[in-house]
């Protein structure tokens, strides 16, 4: 860490300036111009909203949602959405409305000064987080390989939630590369997405993960960023696997460090669009989810190696415009985390 970002975060503690306390903070977590320090990164936030800040109130929910550099806790998580509700902080307003299990507190919430405090207070304390976290039924479309399918795991308005948090943030997707590890820009993959790291995240992305942990039996503490996919007309991902193939010396470090990825899950995020199926040819099978419904795959076999049935290819749209969740799940926590 260098001496002036040093002496920058001495000054916002020493005056207690909020906003500068929660950009730095926002920095250090998010590992920003190689300045990653999470630890304190978390304590300026905290400071920060002990002292009145509504931003650095709703990414402490964040942090208490996920555990990050605290215990994980969603009710200090919702106390924190409440207190950023109660400041004045939109997003955090619009989280706990969407959240909230209760529709009349919802409508009435709506447009209301941020001063009519016990309204936002209700609406935490209608959050049912048990509802979320519940393990929902799955159905079994293939048992070689493993896959299958969640009908209604999220809401229509949770997932025009995710849509609008990704629309601004696209970028043209990549792939690990067999030479040098990284992820590049490939002619293979020609769909945009997005991915969100704990700065970019909110409460109901936290909670989305939960529900997929509660879905697959592996926590979230294995899981990869969630990313969100975009793909327009004639926009594909060629066949592929999503294991980390050991076979590539350069895939090493990566297998060293993360583990392999056991599964792969699937939130579609819209159905108003043609084409666009996910295909497994080597099982003969396609398969578009309607909007809210998941599609959940293990690319590994029943002894853990990977398992070549699971190629697969997300297929052009031909019509409107394609979106995903997608969450790659690890077999173990990252190391130094």
Known sequence: MTTSLLERIELATRCRDV???TRLGSQLLSGED???????GAELLTLAARDGGAEAAALMAV??????CRTQSWDDALDYLQQASERGWANAQAQLELLCADGDLTKSA???PSREMHTWRRLREAVRV???IDAPARDVISETPRIRKIDGFASKAVCRWLIERARERLEPARIYSSLGGGPSITLSRTNTETDFNIVQSDLVLLLVRARIAAATGLPPSVMELTKVLHY?????????????????PDFANELAARGQRLATFLVYLNDDYEGGETEFPRVALRHRGLMGSALYFANVDSTGEPDPLTLHAGLAPTGGEKWLLSQWIRSRTPVGR
Do not use: K, Y
């Not at 190689?34 to 304190?40: N, V």
């Not at 942090?63 to 990050?68: C, I, K, P, R």
């Open 110 to 112: 709506g447009g209301i």
């Open 34 to 40: 190689d300045t990653f320090d999470p630890w304190r």
């Open 130 to 132: 048990a509802d979320w």
């Open 19 to 21: 906003p500068a306390m």
């Open 63 to 68: 942090l208490s949602g996920a555990g990050v």
């Open 232 to 248: 327009s007309v004639g926009e594909r991902f060629d066949l592929h696997f999503d294991f980390i193939d050991p076979a590539v």
